[in-house]
């Protein structure tokens, strides 16, 4: 049998979701007056056919009920009732007022026989899980930030997929994988650091990463059977221990990211991503890489803004903040990163 | 390019915008649930939610979009147990390949993986769309593209 290509994948999909949907009647039904529905499904690929009762839904509103319920359930992870904050000896994380984002500043790198892509640009609703905890020193680049956050990959589970190792790790409930992104040049194949941490809390709903630049795989994975979840947000009662300030991820009630970028003269290309954000996005986005080796960990902008850079095995990341927006810029290893920080240009 | 806001079309009355987009939330519920029944609800339970504030959404394709992938989610997950609970009392064998058999491999994955295929394969969404409703970027919805078609593939081969 051959292996079927893409293409007969997606038209075979297609076909059959044709098929599937072929049955939907054109003529909506009244909202009002809903009756009761069951979908009778015989199980394939199994030895005995096992009828499954799907749904049956008496008035308006009972599916919601039931899948909102469902939902509201779910929402946190077991270890939700563990502890309050002020349990775990951490800071309390101060409120944040809500924001909608401004409009994006615009950011292009003018040099020489440079040109710019047509930016594009994404709208998203605030998410709806409980939002990212943040510990760090002080500064827009410290050598320790320790990233808590909670999205929405119940049934995501992780894979290897030849860019990271995966590794599993004993977990306080669920199952939990250290990953290392990997250095896959000829003749290498080498895991590098940051670790980042993924915890399935087994209760079918999140999927929680803990990324810690400046924590080792021991630390991380020692870290996690502390973490406690109050029904907002992760604690760490090791923050006060390590002198680390937990500082609060700003609520968003929905963000903007515009995509674009610069075709530099040798045809190599700058990468820019602006999205809503604020000092607290910024550590969380740039803890996904290691600092530069041999190099500052800050650089400053033609205006007299910080940035940080980082960097993985292909390429700098740099990260600044301004006006309410959260700028990356992704630069080929090999190109000048100093004189394309010296372009760059910021319109609001 | 395009995207969600700039998909707002000219404003009617919840009437017609229920009646002209009815097939389309329909079907998406039903392609991503794998249940026309189920799919026609979830359909029904998104305009019932439009209905409540249609006079003050500036998109309300956007919020259909968002809605019925929402709802199936949440279906999916609960659904997701059922089947796990079922499974442990039914011994999967294997028997012959059938037409639907796509679909079974379809439901096997991860909803975000199935979404992904379901609305930029079939839907023909952008991947600027699926990024908004799944919350994701558009390099995520390119991953989950990919790693989903490799899925697929590994569920229907013998």
């Known amino acids: 049998m051959t292996v079927p290509t893409d293409e007969e994948l997606i038209a075979g999909m297609r076909g059959a979701l044709d098929d599937l949907t072929s049955s939907v009647p054109v003529e909506r039904p009244k909202l009002d007056d809903r009756a009761y529905t069951v979908d009778l499904l015989e199980r394939r690929r199994r030895r005995w056919p096992v009828l499954v009762a799907v749904t049956a839904v008496a008035a308006a509103g009972a599916v919601g009920a039931v899948v909102v319920g469902g939902q509201d359930d779910d929402r ?14 951490a800071p309390a994380s101060q409120p944040v ?20 892509d047509q930016p594009t640009t994404v709208t998203g609703a605030a998410p709806e899980l409980p939002p990212t905890r943040i510990y760090a020193g002080d500064g ?87 973490l406690t979840f109050d029904g907002v947000a992760w604690a760490w009662p090791g ?7 937990e500082v609060p991820a700003q609520h968003h009630d929905e963000w903007q990211q515009r995509s ?35 190099r500052a960990p800050k650089a400053v902008l033609p205006d007299g803004t910080s940035a940080v850079v980082m960097a993985d095995p292909g390429s700098y990341h740099v990260y600044w903040q ?26 609001r | 390019m395009r995207t969600m806001a700039a998909e707002a079309e000219p404003r009617t009355g919840f009437d017609e915008f229920y009646r002209r987009r009815w097939p389309d939330a329909a079907k998406w519920a039903t392609a991503l649930t794998g249940r026309p029944a189920v799919g026609q609800e979830l359909a029904q339970e998104a305009f019932i939610s439009i209905r409540a504030r249609y006079d003050s959404l500036a998109n309300p394709v956007g919020y259909l979009r968002r809605t019925v992938v929402n709802l199936s989610r949440s279906w ?83």
């Open chain 1, 76 to 89: 946190h992870p077991a270890t939700s009732a563990v502890s309050s904050p002020s349990d775990t000896g």
């Open chain 1, 97 to 116: 007022p809500p924001t909608t984002p401004a409009s994006l500043p615009a950011v292009v790198v003018a040099m020489p026989g440079a040109s710019q």
């Open chain 1, 140 to 226: 827009i680049a410290p050598d320790r930030v320790l990233v808590v956050r909670t999205t929405d990959a119940e049934f995501d589970a992780p894979s290897p997929e030849g860019d990271h190792t995966m590794e599993p790790i004993s977990a306080p409930t669920g199952e939990a994988w250290v990953l290392h992104p990997v250095l896959d040049d000829p003749g290498h194949h080498v895991p590098v650091d940051p670790a980042l941490i993924w915890w399935s809390t087994g209760n079918g709903r999140e999927l929680v990463s803990v990324a810690g630049r400046g924590f080792s795989d021991a630390d991380l994975a020692a870290l996690l059977p502390a």
């Open chain 1, 239 to 245: 923050a006060a221990a390590s002198a680390m300030a």
């Open chain 1, 260 to 294: 674009s970028g610069t075709t530099l003269a040798d045809g190599l290309r700058v990468a820019i991503v602006v999205t809503t954000g604020s000092r607290w996005d910024l550590l969380e986005q740039s803890s996904l890489y290691p600092l530069v080796t041999g």
């Open chain 1, 322 to 347: 301004q006006a309410g927006a959260v700028v990356q810029l992704t630069v080929p290893l090999s190109e000048d990163l100093d004189a394309i920080l010296a372009a760059v240009v910021v319109t």
């Open chain 2, 76 to 158: 999916y997950r609960s659904s997701a147990r059922e089947d796990a609970r079922i499974a442990a009392v039914a011994k999967p064998d294997v028997v012959a390949p059938q037409s639907s058999e796509l679909l079974d491999a379809l439901a096997a994955l991860p909803f975000r993986q199935r979404a992904t295929l379901v609305l930029r394969f079939w839907a023909d969404w952008t991947d600027e769309d699926i990024a908004t409703v799944l919350e994701c970027r558009t390099a995520t919805v390119r991953s989950h593209a990919r790693r989903g078609l490799a899925a697929l593939r590994q569920e229907i081969e013998p």
